[in-house]
Structure formats: C-alpha cells, structure tokens
C-alpha cells in the first residue's frame, strides 16, 4: 500500500511539474524543440576522408575569418584551467598554445612556464609589443616553433580549419608529451546542424563527440574526452602523440 501511495504521489507531483512547465514555456514565448537526426546517428563515424564525420555532413568551406584578438576569457575558460592542472600534475614546464588569439589565457594560467603562441597576422605583431618578453610565431603549420613544447593546446581552432590534418601533423611533429583539443560538439549545438554547414559562419566543420574521438584517435592515442562546457558546447579532449613501434 505505502509503495502504491509513493507511486501516485511521484505521478501527482510529476504531472504538476510538467503542467507548470508547459506554461512557463507557454508564456515564455521561446522555442525549444531543436532539429533532431535519428538517435543512432549521434554516434555513427564516417571514413577518414571525411575526417570521421559522418556520411552526407556538408562543411562550409568558404568561412569567415574570426579575430579574436579582443577575446579574454569569454571562451574555452575551462580548457586552459584542464591545461594548467594537467601540466601541475604531470610538471610540464612549457607549453604551446596554436591559434593564441589574444594570449590572455595563455599568460593568465601559464605565467610561470616556458610559452610560445602561434597565430596569424596581425594578431603576431599586437602580441610582440604587448608581451615582448614572450615568444609568439606565426603560424602556417610549416614554420618550427622555438623549442619542443611538453603540452600542446589547440584550443577551439579545428573547426576553422579547412585541412585539420594540417594541423595534426604539424602537432605530431612538435612531439608533445600532452595535446590538449577543444572544438563545439555538434550533438548539443542541435538545431539545424546535424548535417552542416556549421551555423556558425567562421567555422568550417563540427564534430560529434564519437566524431571527433574517431578522428583525432586515427593519429593520436586518446586518454581522456569529456564535455567541458555544456552552455557553449565545448567538448575537450585530451591525447598523446602515438608513438613509432620501433
């Protein structure tokens, strides 16, 4: 008798719950139905030649350029705060942050290790006469950065990336003893994204979380995936470069 009480009071309490929902939502006058693919295709992959996203996604190839020079701490706050408590833990003395932007986060959380920031001009030059004691590259995925870094961030600049595997390669031959990634999981982004182009016009492409591990594991050994942010939809994950069984 208790349980079946207990049954009808959950049920009660539900239905008024969900009653007083539906009118917040009502009145509210906000939509909150997104766009939803098929469940199995959360986690479906696509081949390598698609960069493990799945079959039919349609990328923006022709996107806009974003600066963000102007950009402290609005965005990826809890990657660089993985990145430092990784590099306490694992005593990592330098670091390498691709696609700085405007450095902020790198000096606030890696004062006290040896940096480098790569980017893009002008962002180079702004950073070299705001901290000139510090080493910033320009990067083109070509030019060797001035010493071999122990942990690499790549902090949400993937996605803007026509070839990441430009990137990949140009990480893999820094041979960090850690990669920290970040990059927007399609799957909480929702509405009107599932099969591209990103609704984000600087972004390229985006993965899923099953996406994204299947790609970066295709080069890199993954130890660890998790979302970071799920107000911004950042999903981080963190890898090593495979190593050649020799």
């Known amino acids: 008798m208790r349980n079946d009480a207990a049954l009808l009071a959950f049920q009660l ?3 008024g719950l969900r009653s007083v929902g539906f009118e917040l939502h009502r009145k509210s006058n ?7 693919p098929p469940l199995q295709e959360y986690y479906m992959t696509g081949s390598p030649d698609d960069y493990y996203i799945h079959r039919g996604y349609k990328p923006r190839l022709h996107n806009a350029f974003f600066d963000d020079r102007s950009v402290d701490e609005e965005w990826q706050k809890e990657v660089y705060q993985f990145a430092q408590e990784l590099a ?4 990592l003395d330098s670091v390498c942050d691709v696609g700085c932007g405007s450095g ?3 000096m606030k959380y890696f004062a006290e290790k040896q940096t480098v920031g790569l980017d893009l001009e002008p962002t180079v030059r702004r950073l070299k006469d705001k901290y000139p004691n510090r080493a910033w590259t320009v990067c083109n995925f070509s030019t ?4 071999c870094p122990d942990l690499v961030i790549c902090a949400d ?17 820094l041979s960090p003893r850690y990669i920290v990634f970040s990059t927007p999981d399609r799957n909480l982004l929702r509405a ?3 099969n591209g182009p990103p609704r984000n016009p600087a972004h390229v492409r985006e993965w899923s979380m099953p996406e994204f591990r ?7 050994e993954i130890i660890d995936q998790f979302v970071s942010n799920s107000v911004q939809c950042t999903q981080c994950l963190l890898a090593r470069p495979l190593r050649s069984r020799v």
Do not use: M
Request: charge should be neutral; include cysteine; proline fraction near 8%.
């Open 13 to 15: 309490v539900n239905r």
């Open 214 to 220: 299947a790609y970066i594991g295709s080069e890199c």
């Open 192 to 194: 009107g994204t599932h």
């Open 157 to 173: 600049v993937i996605e803007h990336l026509p070839d990441p595997n430009q990137l990949l390669a140009f990480v893999k031959l």
């Open 144 to 147: 060797p950065t001035p010493f």
């Open 88 to 91: 306490e833990r694992e005593q």
């Open 30 to 36: 906000s939509r909150v139905l997104g766009s939803y």
């Open 104 to 106: 902020f986060k790198l």
